[in-house]
Each structure stands twice: as C-alpha cells, then as structure tokens.
C-alpha cells in the first residue's frame, strides 16, 4: 500500500469497525484504480452488507445492488458500459450463500468482469450469523455450539470448485499482514488488467478479519487468521491467463 490513500478515500468518514479488514481491501482496489490509470472509469458495485459503508467515505462512482445480487447488477452495468472498469465487490454471504447461483453462471459464462469475496467466514453485517465459509466448530451466532460439519457441511472452499471453470483468473489473497496485502493489491490489478483486456471472469477472494463477529481484539483477530483460517483456506493465484496452476 502506498502512504498516502488516493484522495477519493479521505473524506474523513469511515464506519468500519476498528480492525475491519473491508478497508484495506477497498483501499488496494482503489490504488490499483489510480495506478493504473482507472480512476474515472472505475464503477464499483457493492452488496447491501459491510461493504456499502464505503459509498459513505469514498467519492466515486458506486451502484449498490441488493443482498447476494452484487453479480447480475455489475453484469448489466458492464453490458451496457463496456468501457468502464466495473469491479463487484461482496462478502461470502453474499456470493456463497444466497448469491451461488450467480457467482457460478457468471463463471460458467466468463463474464468480463472483476470479482472481490471479501471471506470473514462470517455474516458481519446482520451480527455475525453463519456463512458459507465459517470453519468446523466455530461459534457464530446462529451456531453457538460451534459449526457442526455433519449437520452443514465443509466451509466452502471457491477454489475447489471454479479451478474446473474456463475462467479468466482465480485468487486468494489475505489482509493480515503487510506482505499478503502486497501480494493481494497484485491479484486484484491482475483482475483489473484481464477486465480492461476482455479477457473474461477474474474472482479474488480476500480473508478478511471481523474482530467484531469474532468477539475479539484487532490484534487477536490478525492471531486467529495466521494461526487457523490460513491453514483452511490456501492462498495464492491458481487460475492465470485461464490456465489452471
Ligand atoms: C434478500 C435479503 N436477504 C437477507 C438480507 C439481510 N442481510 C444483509 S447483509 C447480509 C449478510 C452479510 O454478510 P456478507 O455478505 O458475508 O458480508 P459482510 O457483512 O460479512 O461483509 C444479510 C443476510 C437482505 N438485506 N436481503
Ligand atoms: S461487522 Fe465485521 S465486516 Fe462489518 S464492518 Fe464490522 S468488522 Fe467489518
């Protein structure tokens, strides 16, 4: 990350919680946006969720879709602006959960988009239910036992299942450390270079704290992702130029 955020992030207003991984993630897309020479034709479509809070603290140009309808609405704007760069950006409740439909058939037809999952294995928005992606024996709100794997399955795991896709590009990044944001600015101005070239569907799924949800400090948050979501979700870039990896 650069030092200083691009301008259009420092309105001074931000609702993230303290220790939220949502801004940093935002803010890698938006420097990737003016580095690469983006910024004024960058629409960024966000989900009802977590995400929204950016439309209050970032002047550009936003279309807030419905709960899990993040993909279809980036679609059509995309259709109809061919030469903006429309980027869809949305929690894994919302592309896993009630958007799987949309996330698979806009794979299946490598629409010409730029996808972010921001997976925190959690519903943040609505206080911290179970998603998709929340790991065995996790306690969540709607799961205060622990996610119980042979009443819910396995957390879901994207790269398992768009690896057999003909998709443009797949990732995973991470937030919780300076080196993995790095590494996931990269996959995300990867996803933005495949767009802009017509390559097709680009997915970057980002593990994300939720220090809230996860009823833990900022810093105890950062431990939990090194120490365990890690070790379930593996990182790296496994799909380039449509090739598997
Ligand atoms: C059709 C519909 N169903 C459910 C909701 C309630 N709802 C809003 S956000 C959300 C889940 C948010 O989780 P996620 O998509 O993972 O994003 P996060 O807030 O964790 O970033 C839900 C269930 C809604 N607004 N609309
Ligand atoms: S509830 Fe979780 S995902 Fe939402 S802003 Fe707070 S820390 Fe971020």
Redesign the pocket.
Known sequence: MNLKAPEFMMNGKT???P????GIIGRTLFENAVEMGYEEKLITVVDV??CS?FMYSTDCDFVGAAHGRVLPTAIGVKRSRKDNLVVAYH?DGAAYSIGMAHTMWSAIRNENITVIV?N?Q?F??TG?QMAPTTLNGQKTTSTPLGRDINLSGSPFDVTKVLKSFDIAYLARGSVDSPAEISKTKKYIANGIKNQMEGKGFSLIEVL??????WNVTPLDAIKHMNETVKNVFALGEFIKDGVVL
Do not use: E, Q
């Open positions: 609702s993230f919680c220790g939220c991984g949502h969720a977590c809070l929690g921001v925190n959690v943040g928005m911290g994300s704290p939720c220090p809230t949800n």
